[in-house]
Structure formats: structure tokens, C-alpha cells
């Protein structure tokens, strides 16, 4: 069974911090690449980070750039994915979304055939 397992969300003041986890398992996801990605309320749901299977590669949305970081950990079946956000602003609150597929271009471009079921990140002011 494949599954894509988000944890870490929660309420942070602005300025603040929090690590988000995916824990991915059912297929080999460490071949596959795999990014996070965003829905604020009434918007669209938006790339925010990517990462290559090897962990070699990895590109941010121009609005998170310096302040998120993603990383992965290929050691074990379950393969984790993270992200972690520093410096967080109110318009950084959304639903957060792990994303994989076994082609970059896929993750990039959101239309990737695995979703998790989202973790909520809200930032107060």
C-alpha cells in the first residue's frame, strides 16, 4: 500500500519555525523525486520545493527561497522527506502538501501520480 504521511504542522508565530515530515512507503520512493507543495484557503495549490532522488538536486519557489530547506533520508524503506521552514510569515500559512513521482519534470510541474493527505501550518501575526 502506497503511502505519503505528513507530520509537523501546527500554529507558530511569525518568525518562527517549524520541520514538516513525509514519510513515504509502499514503493521504492527512494528512486523517486519528491517536493512539497501549498494550498492557502480560496488560492490554488502551489510548488513551494523540489528534490531529486538523490537528494543531489533541489530548487525553491521564489517566495520561500532562504528560508525553507528540503532534505530527504533514502536509508531505509520508509523513505523521509522534510522540510524546514524558518522565518515564517502569515502568508506562509496553508495546507502543505508531500508530492513524489518517478520523474522530476512531474514533481515540478504538480501533476505527480502521489499525494500526501496534507498538514496544516498556520502563522499568526
Known amino acids: 500500500q502506497v503511502q505519503l504521511v505528513e507530520s509537523g504542522g501546527g500554529l507558530v508565530q511569525a518568525g518562527g519555525s517549524l520541520r514538516l515530515s513525509c514519510a513515504a512507503s509502499?514503493?521504492?520512493?527512494?528512486?523517486?523525486?519528491m517536493g512539497w507543495f501549498r494550498q492557502a484557503p480560496g488560492k490554488e495549490r502551489e510548488f513551494v520545493a523540489f528534490?531529486?532522488?538523490?537528494?543531489?538536486?533541489?530548487?525553491?519557489a521564489d517566495s520561500v527561497k532562504g528560508r525553507f530547506t528540503i532534505a530527504r533520508d533514502n536509508a531505509k524503506n520508509t523513505v523521509y522527506l522534510y522540510l524546514q521552514m524558518t522565518s515564517l510569515k502569515p502568508e506562509d500559512t496553508a495546507v502543505y502538501y508531500c508530492?513524489?513521482?518517478?520523474?522530476?519534470?512531474?514533481?515540478?510541474?504538480?501533476?505527480?501520480?502521489?499525494w500526501g493527505q496534507g498538514t496544516q501550518v498556520t502563522v499568526s501575526s
Open positions: 508530492a513524489a513521482d518517478s520523474t522530476s519534470l512531474a514533481v515540478r510541474a504538480g501533476t505527480n501520480d502521489y
Open positions: 528534490i531529486s532522488w538523490s537528494g543531489a538536486t533541489t530548487s525553491y
Open positions: 509502499g514503493l521504492t520512493f527512494s528512486a523517486y523525486a
